[in-house]
């Protein structure tokens, strides 16, 4: 029941957002837009309406949900695994190594347009990834060699971004670039939307499957391994598989902070610790967080637009402020 309200929750909240916005549609107007590009019979609205909830603002709603969704997912699933209440999805130094690819896009000029952009960042990520397994050495499956190693792999990548920066970046490639760090969706396109469909899916459908461990690790690998599992291979499966969505998420949106982090405590405390109800509920409840988020970063001062994740910033310092003062364990 509370998949399908938070589904509900979902599906209007996509209808109510690509309705905001400096050009005023409705609902209608959106539905018989979505029809008509689906085939069915409909009177589609004037052709410029039409483009603007096809073309702009539907692949930006989507790629929010999509985006929110797949870190709340990656941060439930890492607080399970690292039994760290404060893990989320850049655990790893993914979102630095995601900068670090596209600020080599933006400042040195090594490609060209958003494709270039999320290629760059894609492959920073997985290269930070790379580098916190060469840290972390033979036993990177332990939370404690993981969790340095990701450490040291965030501060590596920080400086080498920053080194670039000061030394080539002119005034407008320094705007863009901190905007992109700080989170956008203005890039959002189809294309960006199937990858993140795709990835999520994957990765979602893998960490539901690992839902019995995750519940036994919450518990610590002493409790899993008594039940039959392998900390070990569970571990390398879902640190990789987590790893992987960060980064593509990372590459579509830029590193949007806190989402992944607090959705899952707050879910957790309307369903419980079950990782078969928490790993849905918490990727639809991110989807609505950030759908909201995207939109009141788009609207709140027209034309201007706040990168999201100053929102989700301020949205999240409070309930980080609040977990971390909250007395005991929390898992």
């Known amino acids: 029941m509370r998949v399908l309200i938070a589904a509900a929750t979902l599906a209007l909240s996509i209808a109510a957002s690509v ?5 005023d549609l409705s609902v209608g107007e959106v539905l018989r837009t979505v029809a008509a590009h689906c085939g069915l019979p409909v009177q589609p609205p004037a052709p410029l309406d039409a483009s603007i909830v096809w073309d702009l603002r539907m692949p930006r709603v989507l790629l929010a949900a999509l ?3 797949g870190l709340a997912v990656c941060g439930a699933v890492l607080q399970a695994l690292t039994r760290n209440p404060l893990a989320d999805p850049y655990l790893l130094g993914i979102s630095a190594g995601a900068s670090t690819g596209a600020v080599g896009v933006l400042v040195l000029g090594l490609g060209a347009g958003a494709v270039a952009l999320s290629t760059g960042a894609f492959a920073g990520s997985t290269a930070a990834f790379g580098v916190a397994l060469l840290l972390a050495g033979r036993r990177w499956t332990q939370p404690s060699r993981i969790l340095l190693a990701g450490v040291a792999t965030a501060q590596l990548f920080s400086a080498v971004t920053s080194l670039i920066m000061i030394s080539a970046a002119g005034p407008d490639s320094t705007r863009s670039t901190l905007f992109w760090l700080l989170g956008s969706l203005t890039a959002a396109s189809w294309p960006s939307v199937a990858l993140c469909t795709a990835g999520c899916g994957a990765a979602l459908l893998v960490c539901w499957a690992s839902a019995p461990a995750l519940d036994a690790f919450s518990f610590g690998a002493d409790v899993a391994q008594s039940l039959g599992f392998s900390p070990a291979r569970v571990r390398a499966l879902l640190f990789a598989v987590t790893a992987l969505l960060a980064a593509v998420l990372v590459a579509a949106s830029g590193a949007i902070g806190f989402v992944g982090l607090t959705v899952p405590h707050l879910v957790r405390r309307l ?3 079950r990782h078969r109800t928490l ?12 759908v909201w988020a995207d939109t009141l970063a788009r609207t709140a001062f027209a ?7 100053v929102v989700t910033a301020l949205l999240g310092v409070p309930v980080f402020a609040w977990l971390f003062r909250r007395p005991g364990p929390a898992r």
């Open 19 to 23: 309705t905001i916005g400096v050009a």
């Open 303 to 309: 034309p201007q637009e706040l990168p999201v994740g």
């Open 67 to 69: 985006v929110g969704g």
């Open 279 to 290: 790993l849905p509920v918490s990727a639809l409840a991110g989807a609505v967080l950030l």
């Open 271 to 273: 369903t419980g610790s």
